[in-house]
């Protein structure tokens, strides 16, 4: 039980020892807390005549407190944009409101340099609710703006960066296209290439070039994927299809080959390939226009719009994409281009185009793109370019892939074009 | 736009069962081939790639279902597709891959074919 006593007495005592030093480590002054304060103080007149002002704000600014007091006001002390500030928007809003607060405004000090600040004032009322005067606090801003001038110049570099990520895209994404397209005696071409994103490089890419004894050459692709990684697919493809065509222009032997080299190239876990058409066009001296010979690997058919308005797709069944099987199959068409005839070649990017904003199961589709050439023939290879890039336009965001087309017309003789 | 995939899968005698829900593309294609690494394939099973809840696939998402091939040959095991949505077996059918790919109308399908096929 005793013990018990004494433990209760030096519980009681204990808090009113500790207040009492509390109090002592605690403010002993209303006015010591007033002058040394870690914000500044200022009083001021209604006239803006300063009236009072604590040491933390004369210490920041360099002044003795005669040379304020009296003397000068509070607009005095801001800068000129500052006080264009203060008399536009903050005494108009203090008198209003009877209080402002969160106010960024820079003072400046007695040795001309600038001080960032935060300032709240309040209007002190007499007891008749007439204004005497006005009080404000001040808290120093200097930390603050510098981690804000951080935060735009980090914001700037990140722009910048971007825009040349950017400029870096569309430069990698052009040296995978032929600056011209070879001109072809008696056939007029048109390309044209969408890019859907510029933050990344897209994987399409096509080529018309000459090879031995007038042929020609003419292929469009479509690596899977995109950015970095795709590029380097897109332009091994380029160039091993360009080679292998020397080598041996058969349409079927061209991609055999370039299947082989990217099956080599990429295997397991993170496969590579593409689909393509690859076209073989000879011109043919007696029907007039060419002859051509397409091989597709996986590609979308391409569209033929003849020269008797009439336009049908040229399905090449079962062929299989380049690159992700070992001995892919690859089937081959042969059709004749007459005088007026148009091909065009496109990427899927065309026909997977959402067509309204809503997004969802809106895509444009085979059916449309084959409505789409049964209107426009007969036409020709700029007509068609032209017009697909219009319905690129339209659809805007809605192309969210590359989208790659290559039209190729055979025009009609200017005897026939007269009549 | 958030891209939202779901992967779930299981084990049957006849192998495993990888189902896919959602949007296989460039964006949640790295998620499926991590996931395929982890997969355990004795030889002669079948692998299953159940696409019922598939609401999107784009080239990324052939890309993820070549991986899973190579893989399961590697593994001296065989690979089939169950509930392959119509636009992604029009895909297939385009880029030849219907060849070298079984499809089945379910998972359970493609175990019974497997069972069939092995005995």
Redesign the interface.
């Known amino acids: 039980m005793c013990e018990t006593g004494e433990a209760a007495d030096s519980k009681d005592q204990a808090p009113v020892h500790e207040e009492a030093r509390f109090s002592e480590m605690l403010e002993d002054s209303a006015e010591d807390l007033y002058e040394h304060a870690p914000c500044g103080y200022l009083s001021t007149l209604l006239d803006g005549r300063i009236a009072k002002v604590n040491a933390t704000l004369l210490d920041w600014l360099g002044y003795r407190r005669g040379d304020l007091v009296g003397r000068m006001d509070f607009s005095d002390l801001l800068t000129v944009g500052g006080r264009l500030y203060h008399e536009t928007h903050f005494a108009p809003l203090l008198q209003m409101q009877g209080e402002i607060s969160g106010i960024a405004l820079e003072l400046k000090a007695a040795d001309g340099s600038h001080l960032p600040v935060m300032v709240t004032s309040t209007v002190k009322t007499g007891s008749d609710g007439q204004p005497l005067l006005i009080r404000t606090t001040l808290f120093d801003a200097r930390d603050r703006r510098a981690y804000e001038t951080e935060l735009l110049r980090a914001r700037q570099e990140a722009d910048q960066e971007r825009d040349r990520l950017k400029l870096l895209n569309t430069t990698l994404q052009k040296t995978l296209l032929p600056p011209t397209l070879a001109n072809v005696p008696g056939l007029d071409v048109s390309a044209h290439y969408h890019i859907a994103s510029v933050d990344e490089v897209g994987g399409d890419f096509y080529d018309l070039f000459p090879l031995a004894a007038g042929t020609w050459g003419l292929f469009l692709g479509?690596v899977?994927?995109?950015g970095a990684a795709a590029a380097a697919v897109t332009s091994l493809a380029r160039y091993t299809l360009r080679a292998a065509a020397v080598y041996n222009p058969d349409p079927a032997a061209v991609l055999a080959n370039l299947n082989t080299v990217l099956n080599h190239e990429y295997?397991?876990?993170?496969?590579?390939?593409c689909?393509v058409v690859f076209g073989l066009l000879t011109p043919d001296p007696d029907r007039g226009g060419f002859r051509i010979t397409l091989a597709s690997?996986?590609?979308?058919p391409a569209l033929l719009m003849r020269a008797d308005g009439t336009a049908d797709y040229l399905p090449t069944p079962?062929?299989?994409?380049i690159g992700?099987?070992p001995n892919?199959?690859i089937?081959t068409t042969t059709v004749h281009l007459s005088p007026g005839d148009t091909l065009l070649l496109h990427t899927d990017g065309l026909t997977?185009a959402h067509t309204t904003a809503a997004?969802g199961?809106d895509r444009y589709g085979d059916d449309a793109l084959l409505d789409f050439g049964r209107d426009l023939a007969p036409t020709t290879a700029s007509d068609t370019i032209g017009a697909v890039r219009d319905l690129l336009d339209a659809f805007g965001t809605g192309v969210d892939?590359d989208t790659a087309v290559l039209a190729i017309h055979v025009p009609r003789p200017l005897s026939e074009e007269q009549q | 736009m958030t891209q939202h995939l779901t992967l779930s899968t299981r084990t049957t005698a006849a192998g495993p069962v990888m189902e896919l829900a959602g949007e296989l593309d460039h964006h949640t294609a790295p998620r499926v081939r991590d996931a395929l690494a982890g997969l355990a394939l004795r030889p002669g099973q079948q692998l299953v790639v159940d696409l019922k809840g598939i609401t999107f696939c784009d080239s990324s998402g052939l890309t993820v279902l070549i991986a899973a091939r190579n893989h399961a040959l590697a593994a001296d095991a065989t690979i089939a597709l169950a509930a392959v949505p119509e636009r992604l077996s029009r895909i297939l059918g385009i880029t030849g891959l219907d060849d070298v790919f079984p499809s089945h109308p379910t998972a359970q399908d493609a175990e019974h074919a497997w069972r069939t096929a092995s005995d």
């Open positions: 479509d899977c994927g995109k295997q397991g876990t993170d496969p590579r390939f689909t690997g996986g590609h979308p079962g062929g299989q994409l992700a099987l892919a199959h089937a997977e997004g199961d892939d």
